[in-house]
């Protein structure tokens, strides 16, 4: 060593070794603190020796000196992580030997007593020249680097869990041992690099420790005996174990490049930069694989806690997905990612109950195709669902059934892509809806934890989905009120209409020959009618009928629609499909008026979709104990989200002059009958509207036969 690096070494290590000699004697004669402060006082001494070992080896520049330092070195290194474990702890106890850790910091004590065992090892290797592959050298330079590493690690974790009321007394201790293990961080990655200790760096690392000592006395006193309050996060133990498994993956990538250049001979370099660009792709591809983030997390809360869950974090984060005002359907979707998140499975699905009442249908969907299947509401899936309040673990269910209560599943749920679990959505007695998770992307035992997370994740949810659907429930209500405000400007201006033709037939008779007043009436009923006409388009009035359904022909009503619309020009196909024999009659529940108004709505829908050329026909056939009329096209279509989110509610429509009262009205009415309305329909090929309504039992009474005979 040169003379003036070699006196440089000399006061920079004695400096330090002044410092902490110093610090240490204060810590022993006037600190009377617990296992904290006892900790904190070896690692203290442990930097004093460090810093005489490295002021003899400046001086005399001996070989024992020198290993002698570098023993010290690792004896540094043990010191500061035995009081950083200790720091973790959850308790101040006066026991704080590795073996009294809990288990969740029992791994990185391991790590901590593997690391100072192999670098002890490796600096005996290299001082007394035991032949290892690659040198004993190069071998003490990769274990001083990975204890810098690790260092960074444990100071890196206590940081995050420190509680904030203690972070404020932690933090210099962290900056200064941050900075400190840092600087050696670049040193040892320079030496393994160049295979050669940076003289310089190595000369004035003793001033660079020395300059800890302030932020570690701060902290010090701030603490008072080091009771700070460390709360260990399963989010702070993921990102430390993600730090530390990152920082051993490159160690080992960076001691594989070394031995390909090393026995690579000529193309060492090129295939050392080969190997470096495949690792760091593939350090790429791990970190963004959403499996590898599920395993990683399982792991940890396996294995470092008694818990899997952090409950405080889990429930921010679906209090938060399910505060995302984003409408009813995304509402869903945040539901389904939620519940999902949870258990790590990469789709979902959403069933909700259909505002009638009767079945559950799929409200939103998450990597899971979308589903025209219906659940009835008092079937035996819904009936489980409220009586147990289980969520159904579909692979248990198919390895022991009998825990389900014989539970027979949908023939649609056993369909649905690896189906995994049913999680419930109730709130109070009611089933707001159901979540249909798929398979986890890593192994989870659903054990009591998971069900009851997600049970209670569930009534949270349906809680949120009940809200939402009362406030639409009274958003229409709202807006029927303005529909019916509207209803009294149009009534308003009929009444005007009305006097205007009064009075124009009051002069009627003393001015019939008048051909000037023949003109005028011409003109004001033409107008009279236009006007009419205008709002008539704008209110679309369907009074509820006083008297009890009766039977009706369906076959009648569909033929007076038909005759209707020829009347306009437009052909309608009329079919007579399965259950109908040619002349037969039909007779079905209902109000003959308004059933053909529903018909007829829907074929003039139809014939609106669809261009002149095109087909609509109208399908008669009994299914099941009702009668089904089908009114089909081949026009332009609806987008599925149209049919999920809009189709049957009020003032929804796609026609520019429309005002979406129709189809609801239509909806409701069959609704009302007993009846179903089912849509399918696709983008440029056509739509099928199927209704079903129940038939007419006219068996057994004069009454009945009246009514037949009325309806015809």
């Not at 065992?117 to 990769?142: D, T």
């Not at 089904?628 to 989200?641: F, K, W």
């Not at 069959?670 to 179903?676: I, R």
Request: hydrophobic share 50%.
């Amino acid at each position: 060593m040169e003379a003036g690096i070699a006196t440089i070494t000399a006061w920079s290590y004695g400096l330090a070794a002044f410092i902490y000699a110093a610090f240490a004697l204060y810590l022993a004669a006037g600190w009377r603190g617990g296992a904290r402060s006892r900790a904190l006082s070896v690692a203290v001494a442990l930097c004093a020796l460090w810093g005489a070992a490295g002021v003899a080896f400046a001086l005399w520049e001996n070989a024992v000196f020198l290993a002698g330092s570098l023993l010290a070195d690792v004896l540094r290194f043990g010191g500061w992580y035995f009081f950083l474990l200790t720091l973790l702890r959850p308790e101040p106890a006066e026991a704080a030997s590795p073996a009294s850790l809990p288990k969740n910091l029992r791994w990185l004590a391991g790590g901590a007593i593997a690391l100072v065992a192999g670098g002890i090892a490796a600096q005996l290797l290299s001082a007394f020249g035991v032949a290892v592959p690659g040198g004993a050298q190069r071998l003490a330079l990769l274990t001083s680097l990975a204890m810098a590493v690790f260092a960074l690690a444990l100071i890196e974790q206590l940081f995050r869990n420190v509680a904030s009321d203690s972070l404020w007394s932690i933090k210099p201790l962290c900056l200064g041992l941050g900075g400190a293990f840092l600087f050696d961080l670049y040193l040892y990655s320079d030496a393994l690099l160049f295979n050669r200790i940076d003289v310089d760096a190595f000369s004035i690392r003793g001033f660079v420790h020395a300059l800890v000592v302030p932020l570690v006395a701060v902290s010090t006193v701030r603490s008072r005996d080091w009771k700070t309050r460390i709360v260990l996060s399963q989010r702070a133990a993921l990102q430390s174990a993600t730090l530390v498994m990152v920082g051993v993956y490159l160690l080992f990538m960076a001691a594989a490049g070394y031995y390909v250049r090393y026995f690579g001979g000529d193309w060492g370099r090129a295939f050392q930069l080969a190997l470096l660009f495949a690792a760091l792709l593939i350090l790429g591809v791990l970190a963004v694989s959403g499996s590898m983030r599920a395993k990683l997390r399982v792991l940890v809360g396996k294995h470092f806690f008694s818990y899997r869950y952090d409950y405080r974090e889990e429930w921010l984060r679906f209090t938060q997905a399910l505060s995302a005002q984003d409408g009813f359907s995304e509402m869903g979707a945040h539901v389904v990612r939620g519940l999902a998140d949870m258990v790590e499975s990469p789709a979902g699905a959403l069933w909700l109950k259909d505002p009638s009442g009767r079945f559950f249908a799929q409200a939103a969907c998450w990597n899971l195709p979308l589903s025209s299947a219906t659940e009835d509401a008092g079937g035996e899936l819904c009936r489980f669902l409220i009586e147990s309040g289980w969520v159904i673990n579909l692979e248990e269910y198919r390895s022991l059934p009998r825990r389900y209560d014989r539970l027979d599943l949908p023939r649609w749920l056993v369909e649905v892509p690896n189906a995994w679990l049913v999680v419930p959505l109730a709130t109070g007695s009611e089933l707001i809806g159901f979540v249909v998770l798929a398979t986890a992307r890593t192994r989870i035992d659903v054990n009591w934890e998971v069900n009851d997370l997600l049970k209670t994740a569930g009534r949270q949810a349906g809680a949120f989905l009940g809200q939402m659907q009362a406030s639409d429930a009274l958003l229409e209500a709202r807006k029927f009120d303005a529909f019916n405000r509207m209803s009294a400007f149009v009534v308003h201006d009929l009444k005007n209409i009305v006097a205007q033709l009064s009075l124009m037939l009051k002069n009627a008779e003393r001015h019939r020959d008048n051909p000037e007043f023949q003109q005028d009436m011409l003109m004001t009923v033409e107008h009279s009618v236009e006007r009419m006409r205008q709002l008539m388009m704008q209110l679309r009035e369907g009074a509820t009928p006083v008297d009890s359904p009766r039977g009706i022909d369906l076959g009648d009503v569909i033929r007076r629609v038909q005759t209707a619309k020829a009347g306009q020009g437009r052909d309608v196909e009329v079919e007579v499909g399965p259950g109908v024999e040619s002349g037969e009659r039909v007779v079905a529940k209902g109000h003959e008026d308004r059933v053909e108004r529903v018909i007829g709505h829907v074929v003039q829908n139809a014939l609106d979709a669809t261009e002149r050329g095109g087909r609509v026909w109208v399908r008669l056939e009994r299914q099941e104990g009702h009668a089904r009329v089908e009114v089909g096209d081949t026009g332009c279509g609806m987008t599925t989200e149209f049919l999920r989110e809009r189709l049957f509610k009020p003032f929804q429509t796609t026609k520019p002059a429309g005002m979406g009262i129709g189809a609801y009205e239509s909806f409701q009415y069959v609704h009302e009958l007993g009846g179903k309305v089912s849509v399918d329909s696709a983008l440029d090929v056509g739509t099928r509207v199927s209704l079903l309504l129940p038939l007419f039992d006219a068996g057994g009474g004069m009454d009945s036969s009246m009514q037949l005979k009325e309806s015809e």
